[in-house]
């Protein structure tokens, strides 16, 4: 049974940093690339960053270029996110997700909450 536990959101002022970790479990970690994406309220999920199986290729979405940084420790089956000057607009609920075989990615976890104060 594959399963995700992310972890690390709170609240934080806007200008404020957060670490955010995902632990999965159940598969073959180190065969998938991974990625965090996050969800506004009344929004759509959207992709945030990725990162390849062996963590040398990274992507980010354009409004978090610069700010937020992926990274993954394939030995603990767990990627990060570490999030600095962070904006209201950042607020929402962060999941992260394994490439599936569609081209898209799955999600297993619950995601953890992220508010950002103006």
Partial sequence: QVEEVE??????????????SCLASG???SSYMMAWF????????????????NGVNTHYADSVKGRFTITRNNANNTIYLQMNSLKFEDTGVYYCGASSANGGYDFYGQGTQVTVSA
Wanted: zero cysteines.
């Fill in 7 to 20: 972890s690390g959101g709170g609240l934080v002022e806007a200008g404020g940093s957060l670490r955010l």
């Fill in 27 to 29: 598969r073959t970690f």
């Fill in 38 to 53: 996050r969800q506004a309220p009344g929004k759509e999920r959207e992709f945030v960053a990725g990162i390849t199986w």
